[in-house]
């Protein structure tokens, strides 16, 4: 490649003809070689072509280490692996630019992407960056037991929550002290999948006993107290209950909440075959809750045969919107429920039989960290 008349070019010629691609292609031509790299990342290429439409993209989160694993899995922790379910195609972005060791992305708002990584001083810190532009920014710094216990949330707003059964963190770029805001969450155990849709946080809670689970909904407000000119989280929680509901959450193994259409959620489960102790799932059911009219539906329900392979695997549940996807251990391969339709993934990063989580990433060269 040292010697290709390519390397002779001007580099406005070379953006010019780059800049006829569309934002998917320039990221896959970014994986070419260094200087393609070098030219597509570059300050004003990147201005040249700001106005790209948006990539609608899930984002895989590396898998936890072992000590053991630690070289398998190495390659995973340098970049963000995302598929494009429009192309059936996985795209990786690389987090070289980052002066942080083991980074972990954990969320996404906005184009913009989340991660826990290791500080010099050994503390992890909260890192918000745009793997497009290689651009970055680190939060105020927190203790790393946030970073095992909290679930890191981001609203359309890109305010950021880390959430836990007895606290919750608050920050706003908008704030004067940049610091963050802390709050007791009174919540009666361990959040389960929290999720944020329009001003309120919603999250699972296991409200039964030692040995069996009972599961109910709990929401909580987001207010913006503009007269202090601080965004602080109303920490009284309201479980959220309707007569018409019944047995809604009992029909349902281990449910999991995930961000759907509008003001919409979706409630992610195995559905139960009886009501006995241990009992088996006859198949994976999604439900819908409309949040103006607070009814249920459901959406759908996984196919038979690819619920064959998830009936005796733990699994992971991520997504948002109309796109739901499933990780199954040693399933080899991601199960994804697109736009009312089922179908697989392969191809996924690794060996495939890792168990993966993810989020939702709308990769945008406009968002600036």
Not at 196 to 224: E, H, Q, T, Y
Not at 258 to 280: C, V
Not at 307 to 319: A, L, N, P, T, Y
Not at 341 to 369: C, M, Q, S, Y
Request: overall charge positive; glycine content about 4%.
């Amino acid at each position: 490649m040292e010697d290709s008349p390519i390397n002779r070019l001007p580099e406005d010629t070379l953006h010019q003809i780059f800049s006829s691609l569309s934002l998917r292609q320039i990221m896959i031509c970014r994986s070419v070689c260094k200087l393609f790299n070098r030219t597509l990342t570059s300050s004003s290429f990147i201005h040249l072509i700001s106005a790209r439409s948006h990539l609608h993209l899930l984002a895989l989160r590396p898998p936890h280490l072992h000590h053991h694993h630690h070289s398998r899995h190495a390659s995973l922790h340098s970049c963000i692996h995302v598929y494009d379910p429009d192309q059936n195609q996985w795209l990786r972005f690389s987090l070289d630019f980052l002066p942080f060791q083991s980074p972990h992305p954990v969320a996404s708002s906005l184009g913009l992407v989340y991660l826990w990584a290791d500080s010099p001083d050994s503390s992890k810190s909260l890192i918000v960056c745009n793997p497009l532009t290689r651009q970055y920014r680190v939060l105020p710094q927190l203790g790393s037991a946030w970073s095992r216990h909290g679930s890191v949330l981001v609203d359309s707003r890109n305010r950021v929550m880390v959430l836990t059964e007895l606290a919750a963190l608050y920050f706003s770029f908008s704030q004067k002290t940049q610091q963050w805001l802390k709050f007791s969450s009174n919540l009666p155990s361990k959040p389960r999948s929290p999720i944020v849709i329009s001003n309120s946080v919603f999250a699972l809670c296991d409200v039964g006993s030692p040995w069996r689970s009972k599961w109910k909904l709990f929401s909580c407000a987001v207010k913006n107290l503009l007269n202090l000119n601080l965004n602080v989280m109303n920490n009284n929680w309201e479980c959220l209950e309707r007569h018409e509901w019944g047995d809604i959450f009992d029909i349902m193994k281990r449910p999991r909440l995930i961000p759907g259409d509008g003001n919409k959620i979706l409630m992610i489960g195995g559905l139960k075959s009886n009501y006995s102790f241990n009992q088996s799932c006859s198949t994976i059911l999604i439900l819908r809750l409309d949040l103006e009219t607070m009814e249920w539906e459901e959406a759908t329900r996984m196919p038979e045969a690819m619920h064959r392979w998830f009936q005796d695997s733990k699994f992971k549940v991520f997504g948002g919107g109309n796109r739901v996807c499933f990780s199954g251990k040693k399933v080899g391969r991601l199960a994804l429920w697109d736009c009312c339709k089922w179908r697989w993934i392969d191809g996924v990063p690794g060996n495939g039989d890792e168990l993966f989580r993810g989020f939702t990433f709308e990769a945008r060269l406009t968002a600036i960290p």
